[in-house]
């Protein structure tokens, strides 16, 4: 059984760092795809940050460029997503997902889908101004 746990959300003001983290079990976990993704109530999910099952592969929504990492612990099972210079916007529910086995990480971002799909349930963060 496939289970993705995602954790580390917080309240921060804009300006603060984040470091959400996310475990993965029961898969092949350097055969899949893994990525955050956000969504904000009434709006569509967006992927923020995506890194392919080829580790160099690795895709950013615009906004985060240059603000948020992405990085894999195979030893471990482990997806992290640090973010600094927080914003406003940023606040959504964040979550982490798995995807493949071979996918790419572009696509998985863009598409939130593209072979068997395992999602975490989600880790709130809100930024204030």
């Known amino acids: 059984q496939v289970q993705v746990v995602e954790s580390g959300g917080d309240s921060v003001q804009a300006g603060g760092s984040l470091r959400l983290s996310c475990t993965a079990s029961g898969l092949d976990f350097e055969k899949y795809a893994m990525g955050w993704f956000r969504q904000v109530p009434g709006k569509q999910r967006e992927g923020v940050a995506c890194t392919g099952y080829n580790v160099e592969d690795i895709y950013y929504l615009e906004s985060v460029k240059g603000r948020f990492t992405i990085s894999r612990d195979k030893a471990k099972n482990m997806l992290y997503l640090q973010m600094n210079n927080l914003k406003p916007e940023d606040t959504a529910m964040y979550y982490c997902?798995?995807?493949?086995?071979?996918?790419?990480?572009?696509?998985?971002?863009?598409?939130?889908?593209?072979?068997?799909?395992?999602w975490g349930q989600g880790t709130q963060v809100t930024v204030s101004s």
């Open positions: 997902a798995a995807d493949g086995p071979y996918s790419g990480g572009a696509y998985f971002c863009h598409l939130g889908q593209t072979g068997n799909n395992y």
